[in-house]
C-alpha cells in the first residue's frame, strides 16, 4: 500500500502499488462506495518503466 486516504470525503481511497504479471509496475487508486459497501477501482498510473 502507498497511502490509506480513510478521510477522502465523499468516499475513502487507497492507493497501491501493484504489478501485472508480466511485471509491470502500476499505481491504482480504490474507492470504498460506503453505500454499496464495494471497492471501485477509479484509476491506474503506470510508471512507465521507472519502478517506485
Partial sequence: MIRERADDTPNPA???QEKLPDGTAFKAAWFHLKRSGVAKLVTVHFF?????
Avoid: A, N, S
Wanted: charged content about 50%; glycine content about 12%; aromatic content about 0%.
Fill in 48 to 52: 512507465d518503466g521507472v519502478e517506485r
Fill in 14 to 16: 487507497v492507493e497501491m
